[in-house]
């Protein structure tokens, strides 16, 4: 156990400088939005924010670095692969459900002191949300952008630069068969007529899976990148 917080205290002090930083970021806007919307308010037919969004991008890119941050470091200190991972994947949970709370816990101040309206993913699938279904969302979303992250960065790792951005090309290309294909079309019928619980469910599962995967693409890793 005392393994396990002392893995998690190190793994928040190696991104609490730019976890601290982004956040004030953030509410500044927020903080901004509010004063243009109060004061001028009769200038302004509508306005609107988004903070999920950039939160989910900020994860992601944070993940990324996650290996070359931290896996030495641990590894030194005497912990095997796969307790490292376990304990990257609870402070995943941990980033998550805490991030998710702050973006739920935003919105509703936003909404009760301003007209703002609150750009955010659920509601492609719930026009009226309560306040544990979008920070379900969130946490999932979270956890999945976070994974995400990571995928890149075990690549990059395991592959060195030449591998990494080929996977990046070769993503890419994806991409735009769908748009040239237009399968993009059928994606989003299929999003749209699904529930929101099951959504989440599937991305759940799936972040679960990818991170099972990598965590056995970890396993005989190098102490230095590729």
């Not at 190190?10 to 730019?18: E, M, P």
């Not at 459900?97 to 909404?111: H, N, P, R, S």
Request: a positive charge; charged letters at 5%; glycine letters at 4%.
């Amino acid at each position: 156990m005392n393994t396990v917080k002392g893995s998690l205290y190190v793994l928040f002090q190696s991104y609490k400088k730019q976890i601290i930083t982004f956040w004030c970021i953030l509410f500044s806007i927020v903080l901004f939005s509010l004063f243009i919307d109060t004061f001028f308010e009769l200038h302004i037919y509508s306005f609107s924010i988004m903070i999920s969004i950039p939160v989910y991008i900020f994860s992601s890119v944070m993940a990324a670095k996650l290996l070359n941050k931290t896996l030495s470091y641990f590894l030194r200190l005497g912990l095997c692969r796969l307790q490292f991972m376990f304990n990257v994947g609870l402070f995943f949970i941990c980033w998550s459900l805490v991030g998710a709370f702050i973006i739920g816990c935003t919105q509703k101040i936003i909404t009760f002191v301003s007209n703002i309206f609150i750009i955010h993913p659920i509601l492609l699938f719930n026009n009226s949300p309560s306040f544990l279904q979008t920070m379900a969302f969130d946490t999932v979303l979270l956890l999945f952008f976070l994974t995400a992250g990571l995928l890149l960065n075990v690549v990059f790792y395991r592959l060195g630069t030449i591998g990494g951005y080929s996977f990046i090309g070769l993503l890419a290309l994806i991409s735009i068969v769908t748009i040239i294909f237009k399968w993009y079309s059928s994606l989003f019928d299929l999003l749209s007529n699904t529930s929101t619980f099951t959504l989440v469910s599937s991305l759940l599962v799936f972040s679960i899976l990818l991170y099972s995967i990598l965590t056995m693409a970890i396993r005989n890793a190098s102490v230095n990148p590729a």
